[in-house]
């Protein structure tokens, strides 16, 4: 099985230049692009820390994991620790950014592990009101990262940080038209997060609901209700979203073949991954391999 984390993909540590012992840093595009060249960012690239990006002004482009999204005024992308990015932007793209380390928020418990997981949306096109409030406390955050601590401005940040970060789950809750009876309980969380760190060793062994019940020690049915009011969606489907990720990870960015690629996966016939990929990502493996190597070229 191929270790996706050593691939020869570069990986960027953590390495702020304005207050390098905090956890977090806040700073506009434009600022980190006079450190970094645009030819450096658009090559593939990994982060071992979280990276928040609001799009104020111009456009481009930001691919993650060999998706592409689109970034115009209002984009909001959410790039987790070890998903490969790219990215594009054009001359006059700004943006305001935020990052932090994988071990600086607050302790959240069950949610605040899924809003890292890699499987959560990564990009969203905000409202004009959700532009202007999560803007607001992404200016207080600047404020006080700029402002001289007294001793407690790390406090300040970690609470200021937790705020940002329920105001993506909040627009996450609502994109999805969530009631409140479907919100988060502690014994859904906290199964479902158990089950994606199963799925995470288990995806190229087995798709099955029933294997994955049976390892948690719960029913089915548990499992699922779990993932329904985690994700909105099955067990099934995350299991398949996590599959499918793999694949264009393992196609985008190393030379195996497909059938290869299939039997990494648990895939018995390269048909029947062929089939899976394109009922998962609407394209065939080749044509995906394709489109994703010719992307730095465009």
Same mark, same amino acid.
């Given at each position: 099985?191929?270790?996706?984390a050593?691939?020869?993909?570069?990986?960027?540590?953590?390495?702020?230049?304005?207050?390098?012992?905090?956890?977090?840093?806040?700073?506009?595009?434009?600022?980190?692009?006079?450190?970094?060249?645009?030819?450096?960012?658009?090559?593939?690239h990994?982060?071992?820390f979280?990276?928040?990006?609001?799009?104020?002004?111009?456009?481009?482009?930001?691919?993650?994991?060999?998706?592409?999204?689109p970034?115009?005024?209002?984009?909001?992308?959410?790039?987790?620790?070890?998903?490969?990015?790219?990215?594009?932007?054009?001359?006059?793209?700004?943006?305001?950014?935020?990052?932090?380390?994988?071990?600086?928020?607050?302790?959240?418990?069950?949610?605040?592990?899924?809003?890292?997981?890699?499987?959560?949306?990564?990009?969203w096109?905000?409202?004009?009101?959700?532009?202007?409030? +999560?803007? =607001?406390?992404? #200016?207080?955050?600047?404020?006080? /990262? *700029?402002?001289?601590? $007294?001793?407690?401005?790390e406090?300040?940040?970690?609470?200021?940080?937790?705020?940002?970060?329920?105001?993506?789950?909040?627009?996450?809750?609502?994109?999805?038209?969530?009631?409140?009876?479907?919100?988060?309980?502690?014994?859904?969380?906290?199964?479902?997060?158990?089950?994606?760190r199963?799925?995470?060793?288990?995806?190229?062994?087995?798709?099955?609901?029933?294997?994955?019940?049976?390892?948690?020690?719960?029913?089915?049915?548990?499992?699922?209700?779990?993932?329904?009011?985690?994700?909105?969606?099955?067990?099934?489907?995350?299991?398949?979203?996590?599959?499918?990720?793999?694949?264009?990870?393992?196609?985008?960015?190393?030379?195996?073949?497909?059938?290869?690629?299939?039997?990494?996966?648990?895939?018995?016939e390269?048909?029947?991954?062929?089939?899976? +990929?394109a =009922?998962?990502? #609407?394209?065939?493996?080749?044509? /995906? *391999?394709n489109?994703? $190597?010719?992307?730095?070229?465009r």
């Open positions: 099985m191929v270790d996706f050593s691939l020869p993909i570069p990986l960027v540590p953590y390495t702020p230049v304005c207050r390098p012992g905090l956890g977090i840093t806040v700073e506009r595009l434009s600022k980190l692009l006079d450190y970094i060249s645009v030819d450096v960012i658009a090559a593939p990994r982060l071992d979280h990276q928040i990006l609001l799009i104020t002004d111009g456009e481009g482009a930001l691919s993650i994991d060999s998706t592409c999204y970034c115009r005024r209002g984009t909001l992308l959410w790039v987790r620790p070890d998903q490969v990015i790219q990215s594009f932007p054009r001359p006059g793209m700004e943006a305001d950014v935020l990052m932090f380390t994988e071990a600086f928020p607050l302790r959240m418990g069950a949610h605040m592990a899924m809003l890292n997981d890699v499987l959560r949306p990564s990009h096109q905000l409202s004009d009101s959700e532009f202007g409030a +999560f803007q =607001r406390v992404l #200016n207080l955050l600047e404020e006080e /990262f *700029r402002r001289t601590d $007294r001793g407690l401005g406090d300040l940040l970690k609470h200021l940080l937790t705020v940002a970060l329920l105001h993506i789950d909040q627009m996450c809750r609502a994109r999805h038209a969530r009631t409140e009876a479907d919100f988060l309980t502690s014994d859904n969380g906290e199964l479902f997060l158990r089950f994606r199963e799925l995470d060793r288990s995806y190229h062994v087995t798709r099955l609901v029933e294997d994955y019940a049976a390892a948690l020690s719960c029913s089915t049915r548990a499992l699922s209700r779990a993932c329904r009011a985690v994700t909105g969606t099955s067990a099934k489907d995350v299991i398949d979203a996590r599959v499918a990720l793999e694949a264009r990870r393992l196609l985008a960015h190393t030379d195996l073949t497909v059938s290869a690629v299939a039997r990494q996966l648990g895939f018995s390269v048909t029947n991954f062929g089939k899976f +990929f =009922r998962r990502v #609407n394209t065939t493996p080749g044509a /995906f *391999r489109e994703a $190597r010719a992307k730095p070229a």
